[in-house]
């Protein structure tokens, strides 16, 4: 475990999971699950903010596989994603893949062989959100030709709107999986098998 990435071993552990035929496997199993959550249906909240399930996905392949692979899975699943499903009625934009990969390494850099708090978790999640609000709004704008504000702001809520309820089942679902993921080994030993705060 390391309490923060900015070390060589880190990053050099992280490297090695490029090599590592169980991390690859379940990068893949991974991208399978986002592509069945994408099919099931999101849970509306209010101001227009819905739950969507692919995130829950992201996060565990994160956790498990770390940045470097984060990054390659992030890739993959967004490309893989929108063939497989058609886009969602979306056109194909290279800023929703830059923004899926940006969004699993923000999430890896707080979870990846680090021990897991309920703030990590909140704070890997805010992080996220408030990509989603800066790159969604810009990409928004580009192929729209909305003025980036305006969406953003609209955003900005629903975002924040989602956030407590997207922390609460990451903790719940970090907290159900990692006694599993300790115990075969895909995450390392040291971690303790649940979320402190």
């Known amino acids: 475990m390391y309490p923060h990435p900015f070390s060589t071993a880190y990053w050099r552990d992280a490297v090695r999971e490029l090599k590592d035929l169980r991390k690859l496997t379940f990068a893949a199993l991974m991208i399978a699950m986002c592509v069945v959550l994408s099919h099931v249906p999101s849970v509306p909240l209010f101001g227009g903010a819905k739950i969507t399930w692919g995130f829950l996905a992201r996060s565990v392949c994160a956790l498990v596989c770390g940045?470097?692979?984060?990054?390659?899975?992030?890739?993959?699943?967004?490309?893989?994603?929108?063939?497989?499903?058609?886009?969602?009625?979306y056109p194909f934009f290279p800023g929703y893949t830059l923004t899926t990969m940006l969004g699993v390494l923000i999430y890896a850099l707080f979870l990846y062989r680090a021990k897991l708090t309920v703030r990590r978790v909140f704070l890997a999640k805010l992080l996220t959100n408030l990509q989603n609000v800066v790159l969604g709004?810009?990409?928004?704008?580009?192929?729209?030709?909305?003025?980036?504000?305006?969406?953003?702001?609209?955003?900005?809520?629903k975002n924040l709107i989602m956030l407590p309820f997207q922390t609460l089942l990451l903790v719940v679902l970090f907290g159900a999986l990692l006694p599993v993921l300790r115990r075969t080994g895909l995450v390392d030993?040291?971690?303790?098998?649940?979320?402190t705060w």
């Open 67 to 89: 940045p470097v692979l984060g990054v390659a899975f992030g890739f993959a699943e967004d490309i893989l994603s929108f063939f497989l499903t058609g886009g969602g009625g």
């Open 137 to 157: 709004s810009l990409w928004s704008a580009i192929l729209y030709g909305k003025a980036w504000s305006v969406m953003a702001i609209g955003s900005f809520w």
């Open 189 to 195: 030993r040291s971690t303790p098998a649940k979320i």
